[in-house]
């Protein structure tokens, strides 16, 4: 079947970088996040580890504008699909909209409740997000990890329905996030 969008169906052009710009810094921190994870305690760790604190910083700040983006600019329509294709569509989106949040804020809280503040780029000294706390540390620690995971698991989700729409159904559903100007 041939692409059957047009561009005025296209996601806006804000949307679409804010989208691909997203996934990169998600699947780098992620990535960052479990090679650190093993490492013997070193001052590359310690590097390693603010340099993946930022990123889940500017990963927060940008899904702040994200979400603020999507509440106020109304997003191609659906595709036809069965109701509980769709219903899964909206799930995984709204479980990541959530994800996107709930992960850097509970690093975050780990952070602090570990007693390791952020330096944003070690200049910019952001607040503890909660007071030191051993055993809130303890919690927190594996749940930013189970909620990456998570996360992790909802993008491949993600991919492959994408794919699936590209690849089986042929329904030019890519196009409506492809970067760059679509025939």
Same mark, same amino acid.
């Given at each position: 079947m041939a692409d059957t969008f047009k561009t005025s169906e296209r996601y806006t052009s804000v949307a679409i970088t804010l989208h691909w710009l997203l996934a990169l810094l998600m699947v780098g921190t992620f990535v960052l996040g !479990?090679?650190?994870h093993e490492l013997p305690m070193s001052?590359?760790?310690l590097k390693l580890f603010n340099w993946h604190k930022w990123a889940g910083v500017v990963i927060l700040g940008l899904s702040v504008l994200r979400l603020l983006w999507r509440v106020t600019h109304r997003p191609p329509a659906d595709l036809p699909a069965p109701p509980l294709q769709q219903l899964a569509a909206h799930a995984v989106h709204g479980a990541l909209y959530a994800l996107f949040f709930a992960v850097p804020l509970v690093g975050w809280a780990y952070s602090s409740a570990a007693g390791y503040p952020i330096v944003l780029f070690? !200049?910019?000294p952001l607040p503890d997000f909660v007071a030191v706390d051993k055993a809130l540390s303890d919690n927190l620690k594996?749940?930013?990890g189970w909620l990456a995971w998570s996360m992790a698991v909802l993008v491949a989700l993600h991919?492959?329905?994408?794919?699936?729409?590209h690849v089986i159904d042929g329904d030019g559903l890519l196009n &409506?996030? &492809?970067p760059g100007r679509v025939a």
């Amino acid at each position: 079947m041939a692409d059957t969008f047009k561009t005025s169906e296209r996601y806006t052009s804000v949307a679409i970088t804010l989208h691909w710009l997203l996934a990169l810094l998600m699947v780098g921190t992620f990535v960052l996040g !479990v090679y650190m994870h093993e490492l013997p305690m070193s001052l590359a760790k310690l590097k390693l580890f603010n340099w993946h604190k930022w990123a889940g910083v500017v990963i927060l700040g940008l899904s702040v504008l994200r979400l603020l983006w999507r509440v106020t600019h109304r997003p191609p329509a659906d595709l036809p699909a069965p109701p509980l294709q769709q219903l899964a569509a909206h799930a995984v989106h709204g479980a990541l909209y959530a994800l996107f949040f709930a992960v850097p804020l509970v690093g975050w809280a780990y952070s602090s409740a570990a007693g390791y503040p952020i330096v944003l780029f070690g !200049v910019l000294p952001l607040p503890d997000f909660v007071a030191v706390d051993k055993a809130l540390s303890d919690n927190l620690k594996p749940l930013h990890g189970w909620l990456a995971w998570s996360m992790a698991v909802l993008v491949a989700l993600h991919v492959a329905a994408a794919l699936k729409h590209h690849v089986i159904d042929g329904d030019g559903l890519l196009n &409506r996030m &492809r970067p760059g100007r679509v025939a």
